[in-house]
């Protein structure tokens, strides 16, 4: 099970995120970013809204910040951790947008890029976008094919319901052969689109339901099952509690991890990696080599 990081600063719900984070920026942002590519953590997340409503923001948080100026940036200051939108909303954009801005990213990162996709769920975003709303499923559905179609490819050509193209050329592309797609949801439809992906990131559902809904899916050799603990972890203070919740994780079928880290500052955020990265061999979890 590969660990990467719930990224601190880029998005701050309610009840997720340490006080330290409203007054950091980039630098604090770089400082962690450097950390984690330096201890070999797998991955970064940054999310996508582009407008949260104001009483939205109560309960969804009103901290965004733009995944790809952000990644980026990032990726200047980084070498090997991979840069994972968590997520992306399909309908908020045509297919070859994506690839072509995230091929872009991929390129310039040294294909380093995931691709956390989803449905997306918040209908007032929909239509400040002018994005339908009510047929979004299907149209995810249309639209991730047609971005698995169009990545990596400099010419190329697809005919679905919603999308079409064909003679156009998108250049740069993903330097991936096949960059990973990880779908984001906490149904069971969710998980079956997933299965025509890479990756399910789901959230919100006990061990029990997880094991279930994965019991009922026939799922791709390699597929990555992302999950999270249900709290924010602390190493230092912890380590024990820290150890055992990433077990809990690879006994529910997680390949993949996503943490969140208790922290009181940036310098104490890297301290905390550094500290989870130490527990690798008492827990016989999964991290790179050190830089």
């Not at 991955?43 to 939205?56: G, I, Q």
């Amino acid at each position: 099970m590969r660990i990467g990081i719930i990224t601190p600063v880029v998005a701050q719900p309610p009840l997720g995120h340490g006080a330290w984070e409203a007054s950091a920026g980039i630098e604090e942002l770089g400082l962690i970013a450097e950390t984690a590519d330096r201890l070999g953590y797998h991955h970064l997340t940054c999310s996508e809204h582009v407008a949260v409503p104001a009483e939205a923001a109560a309960q969804r948080g009103g901290v965004y910040w733009d995944p790809l100026a952000t990644f980026g940036y990032l990726a200047a200051r980084t070498r090997r951790v991979r840069l994972a939108t968590q997520v992306l909303v399909l309908g908020y954009h045509h297919p070859l947008e994506i690839a072509k801005r995230y091929g872009t990213l991929d390129a310039v990162s040294g294909g380093r890029v995931v691709l956390g996709l989803g449905v997306g769920s918040l209908e007032e975003e929909f239509e400040l976008l002018g994005a339908p709303f009510k047929d979004r499923g299907a149209r995810a559905d249309d639209a991730l094919a047609a971005l698995r179609a169009a990545l990596s490819r400099r010419e190329p050509s697809y005919q679905g319901e919603y999308y079409s193209f064909s003679g156009l050329v998108v250049e740069p592309h993903a330097v991936q052969k096949k960059v990973p797609l990880w779908i984001g949801g906490r149904t069971l439809r969710s998980l079956r689109r997933a299965a025509q992906a890479d990756g399910w990131v789901p959230f919100g559902l006990p061990s029990d339901a997880l094991t279930e809904m994965l019991g009922k899916v026939e799922l791709p050799e390699d597929f990555d099952v992302v999950l999270s603990p249900t709290r924010a972890l602390d190493p230092l203070a912890s380590p024990e509690a820290a150890g055992s919740a990433l077990l809990e994780l690879k006994k529910a079928g997680a390949t993949v991890a996503g943490v969140r880290i208790k922290a009181g500052s940036a310098d104490h955020y890297c301290d905390q990696l550094a500290a989870l990265r130490d527990l690798a061999d008492d827990f016989d979890l999964t991290f790179g080599e050190r830089l």
